[in-house]
């Protein structure tokens, strides 16, 4: 049985996910009641115990071990030994039908560029480091739950959901942060729910769904944008840039294209439509 794909470093390949689901298969024989069984990844190293699915999704984010080839810890023969003090998840992760989809989408926009023509020569088949390592942050947070043993939201989804109810009903940034601690409170200890609007806008930010304000004249003459930024005047009407110190006659929201580009072209559920 070949196994090279366990040290392949691009853990968003096909071959790797495949290779993943084929581990799966082979120790689900060799659980305990609980569905418990030895996490193989780069983190646990076969030390601490979680139930099957959260090991399959360890192994997709932190990676598997490269010396482990011939799987001695999960025969068909084997149980699963708990040693003393070795952390347990007796649970699934808190992954239902909707953080799926999710997954998906963070796994078609960090992943591969696929076949759509002349266009896919233009992007690169694998994320920036730098990005890779933003996107296995949103991973990692979308396998945690909103807090231990909750089984309907992880952070991630949880966050989503609640800022879709603040622009669907117009909720002040104010009244907002006052929910998030009100929230963060009531919640049991440990919980993940942000204590600021800050910490919500920045990990949407790396979902990309951010923006940039840019300042416009009070008559629509020009964009206070670029060479023109820091200007105090209107340089076609002569208008004032500001209407009390730093505070602009009118600000827009400017949503970047290229990424959005680079999202839509990374997708399998959009590139196609995209020729």
């Given at each position: 049985?070949?196994?090279?794909?366990i040290s392949n470093?691009?853990?968003l390949?096909?071959?790797?996910?495949?290779?993943?689901?084929?581990?799966?298969?082979?120790?689900?024989?060799?659980?305990?009641?609980?569905?418990?069984?030895?996490?193989?990844?780069?983190?646990?190293?076969n030390r601490?115990?979680?139930?099957i699915?959260s090991?399959?999704?360890?192994?997709?984010?932190?990676?598997?071990?490269n010396?482990?080839?011939?799987?001695?810890?999960?025969?068909?023969?084997?149980?699963?030994?708990?040693?003393?003090?070795?952390?347990?998840?007796?649970?699934p992760p808190?992954m239902?039908?909707?953080?799926e989809e999710m997954?998906?989408?963070?796994?078609d926009?960090?992943?591969?560029?696929?076949?759509?023509?002349?266009?896919?020569?233009?992007l690169s088949?694998?994320?920036?480091?730098?990005e890779?390592a933003?996107?296995?942050?949103?991973?990692?947070?979308?396998?945690?739950p909103?807090?231990?043993?909750?089984?309907?939201?992880?952070a991630l989804?949880?966050?989503?959901?609640?800022?879709?109810v603040?622009?669907?009903?117009?909720?002040?940034?104010?009244?907002?942060?006052?929910?998030?601690?009100?929230?963060?409170?009531a919640?049991?200890?440990?919980?993940?729910?942000?204590?600021s609007y800050?910490?919500?806008?920045?990990?949407?930010?790396?979902?990309?769904?951010?923006?940039?304000h840019i300042?416009v004249?009070?008559?629509?003459?020009?964009?206070?944008?670029?060479?023109?930024?820091?200007?105090?005047?209107?340089?076609?009407?002569g208008?004032?840039?500001?209407?009390?110190?730093?505070?602009?006659?009118?600000?827009?929201?400017?949503?970047?294209i290229?990424?959005?580009?680079?999202?839509?072209?990374?997708?399998?559920?959009?590139?196609?439509?995209?020729?």
């Amino acid at each position: 049985m070949d196994r090279s794909w366990i040290s392949n470093p691009d853990r968003l390949s096909a071959e790797y996910e495949n290779g993943v689901g084929e581990f799966v298969t082979f120790v689900r024989g060799s659980l305990d009641v609980q569905g418990l069984t030895k996490c193989p990844c780069n983190r646990c190293m076969n030390r601490e115990v979680h139930h099957i699915d959260s090991v399959r999704y360890h192994l997709l984010i932190y990676g598997f071990l490269n010396d482990y080839i011939h799987w001695t810890e999960h025969g068909k023969q084997s149980n699963p030994q708990v040693p003393l003090g070795s952390p347990i998840q007796d649970t699934p992760p808190c992954m239902n039908e909707q953080d799926e989809e999710m997954a998906k989408a963070l796994r078609d926009a960090a992943g591969h560029v696929y076949d759509i023509g002349s266009s896919s020569d233009l992007l690169s088949d694998m994320c920036p480091p730098a990005e890779q390592a933003r996107y296995d942050k949103l991973f990692e947070e979308l396998h945690n739950p909103l807090y231990d043993d909750c089984m309907k939201f992880s952070a991630l989804t949880f966050i989503v959901k609640l800022m879709n109810v603040k622009f669907l009903y117009k909720w002040s940034d104010q009244l907002f942060v006052a929910l998030l601690k009100l929230l963060h409170e009531a919640l049991p200890v440990g919980n993940r729910c942000p204590r600021s609007y800050y910490e919500t806008r920045k990990l949407l930010y790396d979902v990309g769904l951010g923006y940039e304000h840019i300042d416009v004249c009070k008559h629509d003459c020009t964009l206070f944008y670029n060479k023109h930024k820091d200007d105090d005047v209107c340089p076609i009407c002569g208008v004032s840039h500001y209407v009390w110190k730093k505070i602009p006659h009118k600000r827009l929201r400017y949503f970047p294209i290229t990424p959005r580009l680079k999202r839509l072209y990374s997708s399998k559920h959009t590139a196609r439509v995209m020729r």
